[in-house]
């Protein structure tokens, strides 16, 4: 990330544990979680014990929650905090899981699992080469044969119902999403301020969108096979209206 893109996207400031969990933490519910972990379960056929690397796992609520299954779980976060939390609970649950921070754009696992899962719109963050080099890097990770899953908004429906501005108050404080978009550039930015306890905190990112077809398009530049998008977590298919994407893709056997 060059210098003018580190000034439009502050990540130390929009992943401040403490305000991210705060204004999100009530999204992030429990069954929220555990449907869409049967979700990849169903998506994937993870009946079996698999070698699962969690990229950008955050504070572990998929990562463990696959453990718990049975399943050899890798979780690779760039922010401290997070992988606290997440070390924390799979402590409290008692089960192993190995985890360290990264940044996804300089990971170097070789041919080591079986599936790779990028969840929570974690895919865009970066300019368009460096998020090309998070999907080479996420071949290179897996075996041949091996899986990737990522969910993503879609482009085509993101822009018809992109607001200017949202707002999300929580006891008096609030968190301003002040929206635009870059048909160059293809990313939606966002002038995110935060207001808590009387102190103003300013938090810009912005995320690269992509449509069906240009997705299809990077994954062949990975070398990877899009194997099927669905229109979210319920496994219903892609239409024109749908508003999310479920990306499946395989590396070549």
């Known amino acids: 990330m060059n210098e003018n893109e580190s000034s439009e996207f502050d990540f130390n400031a929009v992943f401040d544990v403490d305000d991210y969990l705060y204004f999100y933490g009530e999204a992030l519910t429990d069954e929220r979680t555990d449907a869409e972990v049967s979700a990849l ?23 463990n929650r696959l453990a718990a299954l049975g399943h050899h779980m ?79 908004q879609n482009r085509d429906t993101f822009l018809k119902g992109m607001r200017p501005y949202d707002v999300v108050e929580k006891d008096g404080n609030m968190m301003i999403d002040r929206m635009s978009f870059d048909s160059l550039q293809g990313r939606s930015y966002n002038k995110r301020v935060v207001f808590r306890d009387g102190v103003r905190k300013d938090k810009p990112f912005f995320i690269r969108l992509y449509n069906p077809n240009e997705i299809q398009a990077l994954l062949i530049q990975a070398g990877l096979e899009l194997e099927h998008i669905y229109d979210g977590w319920e496994g219903h298919e892609l239409t024109a209206d749908s508003t999310r994407m479920v990306v499946i893709a395989r590396k070549p056997a």
């Open 41 to 63: 379960v169903s998506l994937l056929g993870l009946d079996q014990p698999k070698r699962i690397l969690d990229l950008a796992c955050g504070f572990g609520r998929h990562t």
């Open 74 to 152: 890798t979780g690779v976060d760039i922010t401290p905090g997070f992988l606290e939390i997440a070390i924390e609970h799979a402590a409290q649950r008692g089960l192993k899981v190995r985890y360290q921070q990264g940044d996804m754009r300089r990971i170097t696992f070789t041919d080591e699992f079986d599936y790779m899962l990028l969840l929570f719109t974690a895919f865009g963050y970066f300019c368009d080469e460096e998020n090309l080099q998070v999907l080479v890097n996420a071949r290179n990770a897996l075996v041949a044969g091996g899986r990737l899953i990522f969910d993503i």
